[in-house]
């Protein structure tokens, strides 16, 4: 087994385990995959011996080891996250003039973990580590509106689970979802006045590999300075944000034109 293909088949082998809620037999593994038992069984070898995977010998079957647990603690200290997202935020305030946020779902909040703002800053109540309700925010409902409706349902559940701040914004879970059901089909979501009034704002989801929205990117702007179509194309630009992230963090490099 040549070097390359055996990184590629490990590497899904690996996620294969991850997707999983429990240990999975190498014959599931070797099917999932696609794969020979024989190339199966060699591969977690492997990874067993640098303690990536772990044998349960009780359950027949395999899980990730700590060596994993030590692998993606090592990716959480190190913020690639938001060590990847500060540059294109930059460049997002150079074209729009606007402020520029990245932030992630914790539970029904959304979360913010990176703002940049123009030379002129308009003060904003969307500070790095403040909480807001994720119903109301742009950068909320961005990855909101990319979750399982199933999902969704699970974190508004009732009327009472919804907070308000100006007496704007989605206070069902009906009203939710038809908001969420046209953002989702755009592409985009956007905000106005629902978290502060004569603000608004607009927001794409960052996705993984796998399609799942994990953060969003969103720009906050006066309400009278941009109207509806002037909106749409920052919103488009935000977007375009968004997809480059996406594509950082999932190791694709980006081509520089060759001039």
Not at 50 to 77: Q, T
Not at 179 to 192: K, Q, S
Not at 223 to 250: F, G, K, N, P
Request: net charge positive; charged share 20%; proline share 7%.
């Amino acid at each position: 087994m040549s070097s390359i293909p055996a990184v590629s088949r490990a590497i899904r082998l690996l996620r294969v385990l991850a997707a999983h809620p429990g240990p999975v037999p190498a014959a599931v593994l070797a099917r999932d995959l696609g794969l020979p038992r024989s190339t199966v069984y060699h591969l977690l070898a492997v990874l067993e011996a640098d303690a990536i995977v772990v044998h349960l010998p009780e359950a027949r079957a395999y899980g990730l080891g700590v060596g994993a647990f030590e692998l993606g603690s090592a990716y959480l200290r190190n913020d690639p996250l938001e060590r990847l997202a500060r540059p294109l935020l930059a460049r997002l305030v150079e074209q729009t003039g606007c402020t520029a946020h990245l932030g992630v779902l914790h539970g029904r909040e959304t979360l913010y973990l990176v703002k940049e703002q123009p030379s002129r800053p308009v003060p904003l109540v969307t500070d790095v580590g403040v909480r807001l309700p994720a119903h109301l925010t742009a950068v909320g409902r961005a990855m909101l509106c990319a979750l399982p409706r199933a999902q969704v349902r699970a974190l508004f559940p009732q009327r009472e689970s919804f907070v308000d701040r100006t007496g704007n914004g989605p206070h069902t879970p009906i009203e939710l979802r038809e908001v969420l059901a046209v953002e989702a089909a755009r592409g985009w979501a956007e905000e106005d006045g629902e978290v502060t009034q004569g603000m608004a704002s607009v927001a794409a989801a960052v996705r993984d590999y796998g399609q799942r929205p994990i953060a969003a990117v969103g720009c906050t702007f006066p309400s009278s300075l941009v109207v509806a179509r002037e909106r749409a194309m920052l919103a488009q630009t935000v977007r375009s944000t968004a997809e480059r992230l996406s594509r950082r963090l999932a190791g694709r490099r980006e081509v520089s034109p060759i001039s």
